[in-house]
T-cell receptor, first 111, second 113 residues
Framework: DAKTTQPTSMDCAEGRAANLPCNHSTISGNEYVYWYRQIHSQGPQYIIH???NNETNEMASLIITEDRKSSTLILPHATLRDTAVYYCIVHRREYGNKLVFGAGTILRVKS | DVKVTQSSRYLVKRTGEKVFLECVQDMDHENMFWYRQDPGLGLRLIYF???????EKGDIPEGYSVSREKKERFSLILESASTNQTSMYLC????????????FGSGTQLSVL
């Protein structure tokens, strides 16, 4: 699976949009972009995933650039409970292939 | 919602003890996984299972074994615990063919003294 690069940490004001970037310049055509987050003292939680098109669900939006070399996870109205480590993962869906979690971005939402 | 339950939140064991970490999921998922998480090293896959009585080694299986006698239960066994196995252990499950959409438990913080 392709490697990803994320900032080590970011701050965001409560109520504002949190935009978390991820670079994956070596992504292949059949690799998806997945986002998970891990709140302190909990296991990781799936957020969203996409291949080419932008995606939105009740938790977040995922914007993938046209060349697919980077993406942004958007939390539209960040709350204190969104403080967590956010993992961007590029993954090829095939039998036996497992997710690889990197270091992620520590997002601190501040009041 | 899928619930993945790990039997203990905190566990303290002595070097050389045999340790069992239990994980149960309630959504009839075929796949189950055991990870460990250490500061600076991220999540590393220890073992996984795609079906009852099946198991496959992950990236760091040494010193561990697993058991899956029932679909909903996946046990991680430390045959002879060592101090370098002090870690946060996370269990996860997923539907067949969906290795990428994992549901995790809250983790077991194991300390081996």
């Amino acid at each position: 699976d392709a490697k990803t690069t994320q900032p080590t940490s970011m701050d965001c004001a409560e109520g504002r949009a949190a935009n978390l970037p991820c670079n994956h310049s070596t992504i292949s055509g059949n690799e998806y972009v997945y986002w998970y987050r891990q709140i302190h003292s909990q296991g990781p939680q799936y957020i969203i995933h996409g291949l080419k098109n932008n995606e939105t669900n009740e938790m977040a939006s995922l914007i993938i650039t046209e060349d697919r070399k980077s993406s942004t996870l958007i939390l539209p109205h960040a709350t204190l409970r969104d403080t967590a480590v956010y993992y961007c993962i590029v993954h090829r869906r095939e039998y036996g292939n497992k997710l690889v979690f990197g270091a992620g971005t520590i997002l601190r939402v501040k009041s | 919602d899928v619930k993945v339950t790990q039997s203990s939140r905190y566990l303290v064991k002595r070097t050389g003890e045999k340790v069992f970490l239990e994980c149960v999921q309630d959504m009839d998922h075929e796949n189950m996984f055991w990870y460990r998480q250490d500061p600076g090293l991220g999540l590393r896959l220890i073992y996984f299972s795609y079906d009852v009585k099946m198991k496959e080694k992950g990236d760091i299986p040494e010193g561990y074994s697993v058991s899956r006698e029932k679909k909903e239960r996946f046990s991680l066994i430390l045959e002879s615990a060592s101090t370098n196995q002090t870690s946060m252990y996370l269990c996860a499950s997923s539907l067949a063919g969906r290795n990428e959409k994992l549901f995790f438990g809250s983790g077991t913080q194991l300390s081996v003294l």
